[in-house]
Nanobody, 129 residues
Framework: QVELVESGGGLVQAGDSLTLSCTTSGRIFHYSAMGWFRQAPGKERVVVGS????????SYADFAKGRFTISKDNTKRALLLQMTDLKPEDTAVYYC??????????????????????WGQGTQVTVSS
């Protein structure tokens, strides 16, 4: 059963903006910390940014700071990733993820991917130069 469904990926040009969306069930949306990861060709999957279960605290990877914004759309039960000034090095498959945290206000994902309970199927973002 797929619990997280991403959408919004595509082919864009350098400098463009793109917004990814991840929809899920109410149970996951309201009772999990959530975040975005990405995996570029030939590289490991890395965290892009995340948001805490309570309080909306945010955490971003250095490459995402200032260009990417994570938010939640409560009416649609969607996690959003707004990306601006996209660069060819942002080309990757972007994954949505959800996990439980001992501290509800902590946005950071677990150290181990195995402790992340839910993953989306991924959406491809390709940035041409």
């Amino acid at each position: 059963q797929v619990e997280l469904v991403e959408s919004g990926g595509g082919l864009v040009q350098a400098g463009d903006s793109l917004t990814l969306s991840c929809t899920t069930s109410g149970r996951i949306f309201h009772y999990s910390a959530m975040g975005w990861f990405r995996q570029a060709p030939g590289k490991e999957r890395v965290v892009v940014g995340s948001i805490s279960r309570v309080g909306g605290s945010l955490s971003y990877a250095d490459f995402a700071k200032g260009r990417f914004t994570i938010s939640k759309d409560n009416t649609k039960r969607a996690l959003l990733l707004q990306m601006t000034d996209l660069k060819p090095e942002d080309t990757a498959v972007y994954y949505c993820a959800a996990w439980t945290s001992d501290y509800f206000g902590d946005p950071r994902p677990p150290q181990r991917e195995a402790d992340i309970r839910s993953w989306g199927q991924g959406t491809q973002v390709t940035v041409s130069s």
